[in-house]
């Protein structure tokens, strides 16, 4: 397994860690087999989702703040409700098929950390199985 920090510097965002997922993949040298990325947090998620185009991102976000959740009056006194809320929704593990030692994402896919409750410095897990 491997470890790495993701520094996020807004409280609500999405960073693409495609190509540090894909180096743990090289590294790992899996010709083909499975990769699992976790997020070990309870208010941030990783997501697939598109990456040609840098809008994407931040259209998924102005539809999740359309949920209306920080508008709520939720019992948990730390306030950040929504932001677990979020990362229940989106999820804290995707797992991507590797061939090849390449990722098999699609042509327009990329890998994103989702941030819900920053900043702060996050991790992210990757660990790879196969041959």
């Known amino acids: 397994m491997v470890t790495f920090q993701v520094q996020t510097t807004r409280k609500v965002e999405l ?3 495609t190509a540090k997922v894909a180096e743990v993949v090289a590294k790992e040298n899996v010709k083909s087999g499975l990769c699992c990325v ?3 947090h309870t208010t941030a998620a990783v997501t697939i989702n598109e ?3 840098p809008t994407v991102p931040k259209d998924i976000l102005m ?3 359309h949920l209306k959740l ?3 009056h939720f019992a948990h006194v730390e306030g950040n409700s929504p932001a677990h809320i979020k990362s ?3 999820g804290c593990s995707i797992i991507i098929i590797v061939e090849n030692n390449c990722l098999q994402l699609g042509t327009w896919q990329g890998i994103f950390f989702c941030e819900f409750d920053g900043p ?3 991790k992210v897990m990757v660990q790879c199985i196969g041959t």
């Open 15 to 17: 960073i693409d860690i």
């Open 38 to 40: 976790y997020i070990p």
């Open 51 to 53: 990456n040609a185009d």
């Open 63 to 65: 539809g999740l703040s």
């Open 70 to 72: 920080e508008s709520l």
């Open 88 to 90: 229940s929704v989106i």
């Open 120 to 122: 702060r410095t996050r």
